[in-house]
Each structure stands twice: as C-alpha cells, then as structure tokens.
C-alpha cells in the first residue's frame, strides 16, 4: 500500500486486523442504536425551569428583596435553564412596610437629626451618585437630590412620553445611561413613596410582576392559572414554587402527572407542598447556598429516573395485535395440516364415540369394559 509521504510493504499482524475489525464493528454497532443517542441527549439536554412566587404567602420580609431575587435564581438554575420568573402578590403587599425596614428608616430619621444638631459628624461624606458632589449631612443630600436630579429626571419622563415614532427612540437611546444612572443613585438616596420598593427590586432581579385585587385568594388564583398554562403549553419541564400555602398542592399533583419535576420554597419542614413535591428547602438554605449544593443529587436522580423509563417496556396495542394475528395464523395452519394428515376414515367414528356422553358424566368400569370389547 502506497501513500503520500511513507509506504506500508509488510501485512497487518491477523491479531491487530482483528482489533481493528472488532473496534469498527462496535463503532457502527452503537451509532446503529437509536435508544444508545437517545440517552445520551436526554442526559446532556438541561431542563428549563419557571419560578413562580406567591409574595402573599412568602414575601421576603427578613431579607433585601434583591439579594433573595438573586440566591433564588442561583438555586433555580441548578436544576436547569431559567426561562421564566413570574410573581403575584395584591396591593397590599406591595404597600406593606416589613419591621426591620421601619426600624432602619426610625434610625435613619433620628441619625439625620442629630447631625443638624452638631452633635455627631459622618466621617466619609456624604457622596452624590449622580454629580459627585459631596455633603456633610445626609439631609442636605436628599434635599439636592430632590431638588435638582428628581425634577431632571421628570423632565425626561414627560419629554420621552410626549414624544412620538423615531424621535421617541432617539430620546429613549440618548437618555437611557442617564436614567438608569438615576434610578440607582435614587435607590440609596430616596426613601420609597409606596411599601419599600418591593415591586421595583423585583422587576430589577428579573421577574415579572403582577399586581391583583385585594380579594381574598386573588392571588393564589392567578398564580395557579399561570402555573397552569405553562404546563399547557410545555414551557418548562421544572416548576418551582416559593410558597407555603396549601392551596397549591392540586397543581403539584397535576405537574407531576404531566411528568412535570416540582420543587418547592418555604419555610415549613413537613409541610403539604413539600410532601408533594420532588424537592423542597428552606429560606436560609437558599440564601446560604446549600439548596445549590443539594441540587446535584437531585438532578442526578431525575437524570436516572429518566434513563429508567425510557428503557421500561410499553404496551403496544397495534404491535402486540400484529404479533397476536401473525402467531394466530401459524397455529391455524399447523391445525389444518394435521387434521388433513392424519382423517384416514376412522377418526370421525372415534370423535363420534367420545362425544357420545355429556362432558360432565364419568365413564363406569362396564362403560368401559363395553368399549374395550368393541
């Protein structure tokens, strides 16, 4: 055998033709398996996951909503690709003030007095996020962030909302790093006109926001609805809920007949949903990262439970009909060719004998005597 740059003028060793054969052969052999492909694209393919918070039930009372926001979506996208954030809460909860917040904002208030009075003195100042101007008060620093960056911003507002078409876009690109500059200058500055930003540091973190009535389980209705229709529509493959309320177990249960994998976020040990679900943990498990670590095991076994089924043996009733049609026909045929081989004239009077009586009547020794002498 001649090739480009070297030339192989002694034959192959019979036991390296043989590996070479055998190495070939099991190459084709599992390329040839459809099942083999199969699995192993299951096992690579991440699910997507959809996260639905009831803030009725669950707000986020005891943490900064960004900083929960942000440990819940780590947690969550260990069990997969996060496709979908969705949060219901009425408007009360979104106007609702927590104890520790009101306890920071008494403090605040008290620490402003005292550094009008002379009587304790900051010792960084006080620095503006937006012009870099600095203050030895923080009230003076509200008072200038009020007076000039808050009317600023409107301005912009109102001149983007009165715009129209293109040069709509054009304001909204020029004055977008500007706004946004604001918006978190603002959020250190400024104290809250409604709640403490609930909705704001939500819709900041990701998720999408909705607002209902506040009537009694407005908000467990629209959120069931939502959970509903994704799995309608087959939008995630992985639900998980941050809630404790019972409420929701139906749905759970319907996930789970949908071959849906559910896991759950609240702060009861043995709760209902945590009963039904795949998976469950708590807040200070998210916030402190060990749900993530425990995500591993259970993706693992999801994984397996996957493989198992798809090698689990289903009933095919038009596979299993063919096979009974096509066994049915060999054994009709076999009965035909030997009641043609073996009818030599005798056999009619034989089974004409032995049908003589009722099948439920026993034959008697003369019975039998008589037919032996015939």
């Known amino acids: 055998i001649k090739r480009k740059g070297f030339s192989l003028r002694r034959p192959l060793h019979p036991v390296v033709l043989l590996t070479l054969v055998y190495t070939i052969s099991r190459l084709c052999h599992f390329k040839a398996k459809r099942g083999f492909d199969s699995l192993n694209q299951t096992s690579s393919v991440q699910n997507s996951v959809a996260v639905f918070w009831d803030l009725d039930n669950k707000p986020p009372n005891a943490f900064p909503p960004f900083e929960a926001v942000v440990k819940l979506k780590t947690a969550a996208s260990s069990f997969g690709v996060v496709r979908s954030m969705v949060a219901y809460a009425n408007q009360h909860s979104f106007s609702y003030v927590p104890k520790a917040v009101r306890e920071q904002r008494r403090e605040r208030k008290l620490l402003n007095q005292l550094e009008n009075k002379g009587v304790i003195k900051s010792i960084d100042p006080y620095v503006c996020k937006v012009c870099g101007r600095r203050f030895y008060t923080n009230e003076k620093l509200v008072n200038h962030f009020k007076q000039i960056h808050e009317r600023e911003h409107q301005k912009r507002v109102n001149q983007i909302g009165s715009a129209r078409g293109s040069r709509r876009v054009k304001l909204v690109g020029k004055y977008s790093m500007k706004m946004e500059k604001y918006k978190n200058a603002a959020r250190e500055v400024l104290t809250p006109k409604v709640g403490y930003g609930l909705a704001d540091e939500l819709k900041r973190a ?12 407005a908000a467990d209705v629209a959120l069931r609805d939502h959970m509903v229709d994704v799995m309608d529509k087959r939008k995630a493959e992985c639900l998980m809920l941050v809630s404790d309320d019972s409420d929701f177990v139906g749905v759970l249960k319907e996930a789970k007949l949908r071959c849906l994998k559910t896991v759950v976020v609240g702060d009861a040990d043995d709760g209902a949903l945590k009963r ?39 009933y095919d009733p038009e596979v299993e009909r063919k096979l009974y049609d096509s066994e049915g026909m060999f054994d009709d045929e076999s009965e035909d060719l030997d009641f043609d081989g073996s009818d030599d004239g005798n056999s009619s009077d034989y089974i004409h004998k032995e049908d003589s009586g009722a099948w439920w009547e026993l034959d008697t020794e003369s019975d039998a005597d008589s037919s032996k002498s015939q």
């Open 206 to 217: 990701g998720f999408w926001v909705g607002t209902v009535s506040n009537r009694p389980q």
């Open 276 to 314: 039904v679900a795949d998976a469950g943990f708590s807040w200070t498990e998210i916030l402190k990262g060990k749900a993530k670590k425990e995500a591993v095991s259970v993706v693992g076994k999801w994984k397996d439970r996957d493989i198992l089924k798809k090698l689990e043996w289903t």
